[in-house]
């Protein structure tokens, strides 16, 4: 069975740092494209980024660019998100998923990790 | 103001069909693959449909998928309390700088 775990999640003051982190297993972790996508308070989803399966390309929304880090562990099957410079509206539950990148198909979800930015 | 668009919300009775709606461009849906994602409250979403109309396995044959042109619609029929969730279409844009696109969902209550 495929599963992704997120954890990392937490409160943080404005300016500060979190590392979200996706503990994957059921699929071979290094054929597949991941993703990270949030969630902000009663809102819809939001993409954030994405990274290729050898971790060679990666993406930004414009938000998050020069402030997120996306990153993956092959040997640990296991994904990254460094976040620094956090702002308010970074506040969201953060969720990982399996991406097939040209289908625009995320599948499946990890149950996301709640973020939340405040003094 | 999200990429694609969607209702807020549609509804219907139990066992009654709805459709919901999800309007795009032709740099995102007019020619790219369309997903939809169901997500109950409290819950992570779940992909429904995916490459316009294929259902994952498990997902039963009442939901379905269609597109034409720079829409795209989901189908539920026999429509069960169990459905009410938010649902969310998504597609690959090549216009943006963000590749990946959602719309704003869509909230289907069962009367």
């Known amino acids: 069975e495929v599963q992704l775990l997120e954890s990392g999640g937490g409160l943080v003051q404005p300016g500060g740092s979190l590392r979200l982190s996706c503990a994957a297993s059921g699929f071979t972790f290094s054929d597949n494209a991941m993703g990270w996508v949030r969630q902000a308070p009663g809102k819809g989803l939001d993409w954030v980024s994405t990274i290729s399966g050898s971790g060679g390309s990666t993406y930004y929304a414009d938000s998050v660019k020069g402030r997120f880090t996306i990153s993956r562990d092959n040997s640990k099957n296991t994904l990254y998100l460094q976040m620094n410079s956090l702002r308010a509206e970074d506040t969201a539950v953060y969720y990982c998923?399996?991406?097939?990148?040209?289908?625009?198909?995320?599948?499946?979800w990890g149950q996301g990790t709640l973020v939340t930015v405040s003094s | 103001q999200s990429v694609l668009t969607q209702p807020p919300s549609v509804s219907a009775a139990p066992g009654q069909k709805v459709t919901v709606s999800c309007s795009g461009s032709s740099s995102n849906i007019g020619n790219n693959y369309v997903s939809w994602y169901q997500q109950l409250p409290g819950t992570a979403p779940k992909l429904l449909i995916y490459?316009?109309?294929k259902r994952p396995s498990g997902i039963p044959d009442r939901f379905s998928g269609s597109k034409s042109g720079t829409s795209a619609t989901l189908g539920i029929t026999g429509l069960q309390t169990g459905d009410e969730a938010d649902y969310y279409c998504?597609?690959?844009?090549?216009?943006?700088?963000?590749?990946?696109?959602f719309g704003g969902g869509t909230k289907v209550t069962v009367l």
């Open positions: 998923a399996k991406l097939v990148i040209v289908a625009g198909k995320f599948d499946p």
């Open positions: 998504g597609t690959w844009d090549s216009s943006l700088s963000a590749p990946w696109v």
């Open positions: 490459d316009n109309n």
